[in-house]
């Protein structure tokens, strides 16, 4: 199965918002759409999707982050892969892309979080080379 990766475009909207669902975050295509043009128009957000069998089967998006404690790193800000595709490569392709990405952003780190109920995406991101630092608590607001 030959697979390739290309930037994110809002004709992906209605694949990676049927993909976002995996992850447990609705949204609707419209939206989705607004999302993907937003990153699509910053240069410190990027996005790909990883293409099997001529549809979107992957994507990811990654963000350059400024924090006054420590250097710049680029965050993945959410992966997914369709079930169906896992353990092919894809999640960690896509993973490189946002790498190489980020290396031309000058940065020399990459972080990911991930829920802490989702065990078999902890135990992915340790066999590609991600070690756990610490263990977070994340609080939301309304405005």
């Known amino acids: 199965m030959a697979v390739t990766l290309r930037q994110i475009t809002e004709q992906d909207a209605v694949a990676v918002a049927g993909l976002s669902e995996l992850l447990g975050y609705s949204a609707s295509v419209a939206a989705m759409a607004q999302r993907i043009q937003a990153v699509?128009?910053?240069?410190?957000?990027?996005?790909?999707?990883?293409?099997a069998e001529e549809q979107v089967v992957g994507w990811i998006h990654g963000c350059y982050t400024l924090r006054?404690?420590?250097e710049a790193f680029v965050e993945i800000a959410g992966l997914v892969v369709d079930e169906?595709?896992?353990g092919k490569g894809m999640g960690a392709m896509l993973i490189?892309?946002?790498?190489q990405w980020a290396r031309g952003k000058g940065?020399?780190?990459?972080?990911?979080?991930c829920n802490t109920k989702r065990t078999d995406?902890?135990?992915?991101?340790?066999?590609?080379g991600f070690s756990e630092t610490k263990e977070q608590k994340v609080f939301d607001s309304s405005l």
């Open 96 to 99: 490189d892309e946002v790498k």
């Open 121 to 128: 995406t902890h135990t992915f991101y340790r066999h590609i």
């Open 40 to 51: 699509a128009a910053s240069d410190d957000h990027c996005g790909y999707v990883a293409m």
């Open 68 to 70: 006054l404690e420590s």
């Open 107 to 113: 940065v020399g780190k990459i972080r990911v979080r």
């Open 84 to 86: 169906h595709y896992r």
